[in-house]
């Protein structure tokens, strides 16, 4: 058995392997970086990759420890699991050898569930038409087993999900139609059809719905097992059947890929899908939904993989970015997602809109999410040996790809914000929530490099654990408020902490020339050569153009990045850079790879232009 199977199948795998095996664990263990194995609750791992929440989140946490000590955001251990909610102790037709009453459906309240439906997965599951959902649907209440253009199976489970964001919603009825759903739709699984990757896939949105992220994620392979099998992967293979079963089978592949490239960027695993087509917008057909998921492929599979970026391929994925936001109006259009604002005759935000701009601006997040990281470790270093207090921002020679980031994540929030107060939101909303809480601990990280002094990072923050707690029915969002909510209060102490630090400063200043009353002595006179005002001292090395230029060669493609020695790097080790300055966030062009280290190194790092969409 190897180290890792140990590391896998005991909880305490150090202390019963061999010398040997203890080294092959520890070498493991270097190459898996931010990398995961998390308890879950029946006491076994789930892997959990680098681009996940959970593994920023780790990174954050960590910072935080160092530089404002133990608190509750950094001793809270409820992240340290993979929280999973509890299946239904009683699966009525898979664990119940007695026949089993169907689910009583009536016609009004299945109509509200397929408007909920609807409203809930717009732009994200596109493959039914609400017109032929209802058009069908009394014919199929009389008679559920009666042959219909949607098979019974996919009824109970679109209800299902209805049931599952409707405002007033019943959460054990939700139950029971989706397991009666996920039953009768096991009829699908020995052949492969359009019906069963439907099936599946539908199955997979319940699950992460009802915050079963593994089961929905294993669930959503038997759906691209069954797009394989069918071609829908080959543009060409579509292209030989009929118009509407092109689009169709075209449709069907987009929904695949979000769902893939949603679970694989949120929990760090490789897609189990890739692009063939030309997603360009020079495409009649072209699809904004399956441009951007090609960008998410590239970053997962070109940075996050590979574990070390590159500028020519930053360069090549920014590219990718400023393609898309020229032509992502027109491939709306393709997407038959509706550009208004609020949905018609309402005051309901756009939730279509909503689902594919988050998604933007989460591949910027997702991207510069390495340049932030590293920038801030620096500043936190400088702390150490200087007065943080003088510092009005991040010092660093990579600007812009930092500023890309803390204004994708406040840009995530103003595009949210519209969703406080709504009265008829639906209860679950993943793909929102999983924005959300992506933003806000980026805004929470970047207080400590006090980049509050440039971005609305406190309001913004607020706001995120606001809408948080919006979502009461959902355990995924409830928890992440939890989390939220401890970060912001330590950011609102390192903020007070600072200021604190500057009044101290300014007592000095102002006592060294106009005096300081006291009631023990009438005055006291402080020399005013006590107090200069020097260069703050920065921390070398880990930022190409901090350090020293010998450590680093701006001429050399190859140059590596440490993140963790930004952690390490000796105190007495430092060069003289004027923090106080402010510099213009250019985009840097220096050749040079950033390679994920197995400490900090969870997330790459890009330029880009950005459009106020």
Request: hydrophobic letters at 40%.
């Amino acid at each position: 058995m190897s180290a890792t199977d140990g590391f896998l199948n005991t909880s305490t795998p150090r202390h019963k392997a061999d010398q040997g095996s203890k080294q092959a664990f520890h070498d493991a263990e270097a190459a898996l970086g931010d990398a995961m194995l998390l308890r879950d609750q029946r006491g076994g791992y789930t892997f959990v990759g680098d681009s996940s929440n959970i593994s920023f989140l780790r990174t954050v946490r960590s910072l935080v420890r160092r530089v404002h000590g133990d608190c509750d955001f950094a001793n809270d251990k409820s992240q340290q699991t993979m929280l999973e909610a509890s299946p239904e102790k009683h699966t009525y037709w898979v664990h119940s050898r007695e026949p089993c009453d169907l689910p009583e459906v009536t016609l009004n309240v299945a109509r509200s569930q397929i408007t909920s439906y609807c409203l809930a997965t717009n732009c994200i599951l596109d493959v039914f038409d609400e017109t032929d959902l209802m058009s069908g649907l009394e014919a199929w209440i009389i008679t559920p087993e009666a042959r219909s253009a949607i098979p019974s199976p996919l009824y109970y489970l679109v209800l299902a999900i209805g049931e599952q964001t409707r405002p007033n919603g019943d959460d054990h009825m939700a139950y029971r139609l989706f397991d009666c759903g996920r039953h009768t739709a096991q009829r699908f699984m020995e052949e492969a059809s359009v019906w069963t990757v439907r099936a599946y896939f539908l199955i997979s949105m319940y699950m992460l719905n009802a915050c079963r992220r593994n089961a929905a994620f294993m669930y959503l392979g038997t759906a691209v097992r069954a797009a394989y099998a069918l071609g829908l992967h080959r543009k060409e293979v579509n292209y030989q059947f009929s118009k509407d079963e092109q689009r169709e089978r075209e449709r069907l592949w987009k929904v695949i890929r979000i769902l893939d490239l949603f679970m694989g960027a949120s929990l760090g695993r490789p897609p189990s899908t890739s692009e063939s087509r030309i997603t360009s917008g020079t495409e009649e057909d072209y699809s904004a939904s399956t441009d951007l998921c090609y960008i998410f492929e590239r970053i997962l599979t070109d940075v996050y993989a590979k574990r070390t970026v590159s500028t020519t391929s930053l360069k090549s994925i920014s590219t990718l970015h400023l393609e898309w936001a020229s032509h992502f109006r027109r491939g709306m259009v393709t997407d038959r997602i509706d550009a208004s604002e609020f949905m018609a005759g309402s005051d309901m935000p756009n939730i279509s809109v909503v689902h594919l701009i988050e998604a933007y601006y989460w591949t910027i997040i997702l991207l510069t999410r390495p340049f932030l990281t590293e920038a801030i470790i620096t500043h936190a270093n400088t702390a150490r040996g200087a007065r943080a207090q003088d510092a009005c921002g991040v010092p660093t020679a990579d600007g812009g790809s930092v500023t890309a980031c803390v204004y994708a994540a406040v840009k995530t929030i103003d595009l949210l914000k519209r969703f406080l107060g709504v009265q008829s939101l639906p209860r679950r909303l993943p793909f929102v929530t999983n924005c959300l809480f992506v933003a806000s601990l980026v805004l929470g990280f970047a207080h400590f490099g006090d980049l509050d002094q440039k971005f609305p990072l406190a309001s913004h923050l607020e706001i995120a654990h606001r809408l948080l707690l919006q979502f009461t029915d959902d355990l995924l969002a409830q928890h992440n408020a939890h989390t939220i909510g401890y970060l912001r209060d330590v950011c609102s102490e390192y903020i007070a902490g600072r200021v604190s630090g500057r009044m101290h400063l300014h007592d000095q200043l102002v006592a060294s020339t106009f005096g300081r009353m006291s009631m023990e002595s009438q005055c006291e006179y402080i020399d005013q050569s006590t107090y200069c005002a020097t260069p703050t001292t920065l921390s070398h090395g880990t930022l190409a153009g901090l350090g020293n230029q010998e450590d680093i060669d701006p001429t050399t493609p190859s140059a590596h990045v440490s993140l963790a020695s930004a952690l390490d790097m000796p105190e007495d080790s430092t060069t003289q850079i004027d923090v106080l300055s402010d510099p213009s966030p250019e985009w840097s062009t220096m050749p040079r790879t950033l390679c994920f280290d197995a400490l900090f190194g969870d997330s790459p790092f890009f330029s880009t232009t950005l459009y106020d969409i």
